[in-house]
Structure formats: structure tokens, C-alpha cells
């Protein structure tokens, strides 16, 4: 091997180290934005099945923290708090997005350090899909799948508590404003739901039936 291409290897290697590096910074942000959509979805759930007592322990949170002589108007905080849930929704999606992209190119990298240095190098690509046990399995569907459905169904079912008349008000759509403004929220939260399903469940069927078909017989489920 010439100079020129321990140079090329040498930068190759460390690209991949500070890719794995940026993959694990994800994976903590990925984690770190799923326990605080729980810890929403918590408070939404407490809000949903006792609304007189989470009045009643926001209302008293509120006047101790910014001195209020009288308790807030609520249906401001409940927008804010579906307003956060769907930010913390849509970041969790790229966050989890953001890990499985960087697992593919670091697959990729793999196979081109293999060619140089054996086959033995393939610790994030080859080795670790290989190896898979049923509760990786398990664990996979759980975040992708069970988990983004759980949250479809807890914003559906406080949606409808938001909503005067719900279903539909007979005769009249003369909602509050901030009844309009947490249904555009929910609608935010679901379209970002189908979305990431599409993404990790769907997106790589039809980007496989778009390849020739001698590509897809030698290509491995990830």
C-alpha cells in the first residue's frame, strides 16, 4: 500500500470514528426527546382522565411560580402543552430518522475500510444486523410502531375532550378559538405520526420496487 493511500485510509477511518461519534450523539437525543414526549403525554393523560384535579394542580403550580392572584386561564396552558408535544413529536421523528441514516452510511463506510483492511471490520453494519435476537425485534417495533400509535391514540382521545359537542356539534361548528387551535395541533401531531411510520416502514418497500430486479435479489433486509 502506498503512502497516498495510507493517507486515503488513514482519513477514511477517521471520518468513520467521528461518524460513529455523531451517530451516538443522536441516539442521546433520540432517547432524550422520547422520554420527554412520555412525560407530556403524561400530563395530557392526568389532564384527560381527572381535569378537575389538573386544574386544580397547574392553577396551584402557576400562582406559586409567577405570584398570580388568580389562577390562569386553562385552555391557554393545554394549547401550550399540545403546542410543546408537537414540537417534541416532530423532533423525536428526526432525531430517530436521523440514527437509522446514519446506520446505513456507516454500513457503506464499512464495506469500503473492509475492502482494505479484511472483513472483520463491520462492527455497526454487517455484525450488527446479523445478530438479531427477538427482542431487538421486539424493541425495534416497539419505537417505530407500537409506540408512535400509542401517541396517535392518547392525542385523538384528548383532542375529543377539547372539542364542545364532540364528534361533531350538531347544526354548529362555533367552537372556542382555542378548541381550532388544538384541533390544527392534533392534525400537526397525527400528519407527523403517518409520516414517521411511512418512513421506517414503508419508504423502503417502495424505494426496493423501484430497483431493478437483479438489485433486489441480492439485497439483505436491514
Known amino acids: 500500500m502506498s503512502v497516498m493511500d495510507d493517507e486515503k485510509l488513514t482519513l477514511l477511518h477517521e471520518h468513520y470514528r ?6 451516538a450523539e443522536q441516539r442521546n437525543k ?3 426527546y ?3 414526549v412520555l412525560l407530556v403525554l403524561a400530563i395530557a393523560l392526568f389532564d384527560f382522565t381527572a381535569p378537575q384535579g389538573f386544574a386544580a394542580v397547574i392553577g396551584d403550580v402557576l400562582k406559586d411560580q409567577f405570584g398570580l392572584s388568580v389562577p390562569p386561564d386553562l385552555a391557554y396552558v393545554r394549547s401550550l402543552l399540545w403546542f410543546l ?7 423525536y421523528g428526526q432525531a430517530a430518522l436521523g440514527v437509522e441514516r446514519l446506520y446505513l452510511y456507516l454500513k457503506d463506510l464499512e464495506v469500503v475500510l473492509a475492502a482494505s483492511v479484511g472483513a472483520g471490520f463491520q462492527r455497526e ?3 450488527y444486523r446479523t445478530y438479531d435476537p427477538l427482542f431487538i425485534s421486539w424493541a425495534h417495533y416497539l419505537y417505530t410502531l407500537v409506540f408512535p400509535i400509542v401517541l396517535a391514540c392518547v392525542a385523538i382521545a384528548w383532542m375529543s375532550r377539547q372539542i364542545p359537542g364532540w364528534p361533531w356539534p350538531v347544526g354548529s361548528i362555533s367552537w372556542p378559538a382555542a378548541a381550532w387551535v388544538n384541533l390544527t395541533i392534533t392534525v400537526g401531531i397525527l400528519a407527523s405520526i403517518i409520516m414517521y411510520l411511512d418512513a421506517f416502514h414503508l419508504y423502503d418497500r417502495r424505494r426496493e420496487d423501484k430497483q431493478p430486479k437483479r438489485r433486489r435479489k441480492d439485497r439483505k433486509p436491514i
Open 85 to 91: 408535544l408537537l414540537g417534541l413529536t416532530v423532533r
Open 18 to 23: 467521528d461518524t460513529c461519534g455523531g451517530m
Open 34 to 36: 422520547f422520554y420527554l
Open 30 to 32: 433520540r432517547d432524550r
Open 125 to 127: 453494519g454487517e455484525a
